[in-house]
């Protein structure tokens, strides 16, 4: 079945060791989205790609970074995290035009920890 | 800016019974899309229905429904003969038909009693 898979589901860093969490997508979609969420909040959108293009929301902290080096994978790399970092990472596709409305299919997610 | 509120942080329900959870939000948009959004715990977030706001029809998908209210900027998820499954964190979302993203409300935790 054509999905959104997140590896790995858990993982575990210490405070400030660079982290990479990945995702990948079976469903040839164009645009893919990094989310975090904490505990009993709803996702904070972190970045999106569309194709290449990168878009960061303003209140993304430096510390979080994106690559996407082709349409069906996509990184999430924390370069120093904080205990304030951990949280569920979620990562979601969406295909066609702004102005579509298709709705976005997320993965199961990777909980992140630091000690 | 587009905001989503969903007012009721935790609801319960019978099983069997039907449950309905309130969305409203805030827009200047005219094409726009909402979505309802599952998340059972330590699962995956699942689409549960979607209404673009230029048909006037309601959608319904089997024991789903919303009642979507253009002018009210409502749009409640009716939920039909709860099951023991349909416990999770439903999520409201807004679409504007400009932009790629979604804007969420804080969820209503649902609860279905055995």
């Known amino acids: 079945d054509a999905m959104v898979i997140q590896n790995p589901r858990y993982q575990v860093t210490q405070f400030g060791k660079p982290v990479t969490l990945s995702c990948s997508q079976t469903?040839?979609?164009?645009?893919m989205y990094w989310y975090q969420q904490k505990s009993s909040q709803a996702p904070k959108l972190l970045f999106h790609?569309?194709?290449?293009?990168?878009?960061n929301e303003a209140d993304t902290p430096d510390n979080f970074q994106s690559r996407r080096p082709n349409t069906s994978f996509c990184f999430l790399d924390i370069r120093s995290p904080g205990l304030g970092d951990a949280a569920m990472y979620l990562c979601?596709?969406?295909?066609?035009?702004?102005?579509?409305?298709?709705?976005?299919?997320f993965g199961d997610g990777t909980r992140l920890s630091i000690l | 800016a587009q905001t989503v509120t969903q007012s009721q942080p935790e609801m319960s329900v019978q099983e069997a019974e039907t449950v309905t959870l309130s969305c409203t939000y805030d827009t200047s948009e005219s094409d726009y899309y909402l979505f309802w959004y599952k998340q059972p715990p330590s699962r995956q977030m699942i689409l549960v229905i979607r209404q673009e706001a230029y048909k006037q029809q309601n959608a319904t998908e089997n024991r789903f429904s919303v009642n979507f209210q253009k002018a009210a900027k409502s749009f409640s998820l009716k939920i039909s003969d709860s099951q023991l499954g349909d416990a999770a964190m439903y999520f409201c979302?807004?679409?504007?038909?400009?932009?790629?993203?979604?804007?969420f409300g804080k969820g209503t935790l649902l609860t279905v009693n055995p």
């Open positions: 979601a596709t969406r295909s066609q035009g702004a102005n579509s409305g298709e709705p976005q299919h």
């Open positions: 469903l040839n979609h164009n645009v």
């Open positions: 979302a807004y679409n504007g038909g400009s932009n790629y993203k979604l804007t």
């Open positions: 790609y569309y194709d290449k293009d990168f878009n």
